[in-house]
């Protein structure tokens, strides 16, 4: 297949109405909302059932995302990524707005989703893209704990007090392995990248109502033997700025994720990655030109650029910062 067969692909984002959602992807991302409603999650790239992605741009408009798995394949996605996952793709990208806290909450690991409802588990990294003072986040145990002081403090309702808080900002990025009781803090827009994956077990809800005054759902028993009990490090992922390169955030065997700060334009070859590459904009405007194609996303967009790809010029419209992610050979 030739290379002129694929090209850099957007997909219509999927805005989600949250209890705690807030209105920035409208006033931080220009993006043209219901003034009156609250938006908590922007889905970028999914997969996930009754929430495939339907591509935007070029001559596979209106195509689903499986769609085009199921057609090109290893083209798309990388040789060793089509191996691996077959016709699902294997991450979800997602921005957040948070103007109240979310639950807090826990997703199980691959080998208790796989062994309960034969899916991927959920370790997802966190990006701060903007938050007002004191904001923060909710990630792991302060210390050690058994699951009967676990259940003794929900009981007692002091179960924020056994949780660390990490306060935030601008640039910071935070890495949630599945199994880490979490929340995100009021306050805060964050990138989200992460398995795909959509089971959560909301353990706590801050005793919050909804429109009707009802509580929400809770999970309790189920998260019991996703949660990890240890006390949690290393959440805070530790990197520092470098203009016009790719700077490593984290690398695991979920996905590669690293900040590109830009004002000048770059090249950039994949040839010896075999992954697709996803580009989260969180800040200007992004222009991405191939042998045959040009595309830009600005700050709250998203784009793919398939695997069989190798060479991309790109070219930032002023001051303009990136996300990119794509997914190493897993270790044998």
Request: glycine share 6%; aromatic share 12%.
């Amino acid at each position: 297949m030739e290379t002129s067969s694929l090209y850099p692909l957007k997909f219509k984002p999927a805005f989600k109405e949250k209890i705690w959602g807030g209105k920035k992807f409208a006033s931080f991302f220009k993006q043209k909302l219901d003034p009156n409603k609250k938006y908590g999650e922007s889905w970028q790239i999914s997969d996930i059932e009754d929430d495939i992605s339907i591509i935007e741009n070029g001559f596979l408009e209106e195509n689903s995302l499986v769609d085009i798995i199921e057609l090109y394949m290893g083209d798309l996605v990388g040789d060793h990524i089509y191996n691996r996952f077959g016709l699902a793709f294997p991450l979800l990208f997602k921005f957040i707005d948070a103007s109240d806290k979310l639950s807090l909450q826990v997703h199980p690991n691959s080998e208790l989703a796989y062994q309960r409802y034969q899916q991927l588990g959920k370790t997802e990294l966190w990006y701060i893209i903007d938050a007002k003072p004191n904001a923060g986040l909710y990630i792991g145990f302060k210390k050690d704990t058994s699951q009967e002081e676990f259940l003794n403090a929900l009981k007692q309702g002091n179960l924020e007090e056994m949780i660390q808080f990490h306060p935030v900002k601008k640039g910071d990025a935070f890495f949630i392995p599945a199994g880490t009781v979490h929340a995100i803090g009021e306050g805060i827009l964050l990138a989200e990248i992460q398995e795909a994956s959509d089971i959560t077990y909301r353990i706590f809800d801050w005793n919050r109502k909804d429109e009707n005054g009802l509580e929400r759902e809770l999970h309790i028993e189920e998260a019991l033997e996703a949660i990890n009990y240890k006390q949690g490090r290393g959440y805070k992922m530790d990197f520092e700025d470098e203009p016009n390169s790719s700077v490593p955030i984290v690398k695991s065997e979920f996905f590669n994720i690293s900040k590109l700060l830009l004002d000048s334009p770059i090249h950039k070859s994949y040839i010896q990655i075999d992954s697709f590459v996803v580009y989260m904009c969180t800040e200007g405007e992004v222009h991405f030109f191939t042998e045959q194609d040009h595309e830009f996303i600005t700050a709250g967009e998203s784009i793919l650029i398939p695997a069989v790809i190798t060479d991309v010029d790109i070219v930032p419209n002023g001051k303009s910062e990136l996300l990119e992610v794509y997914i190493s050979h897993k270790p044998e």
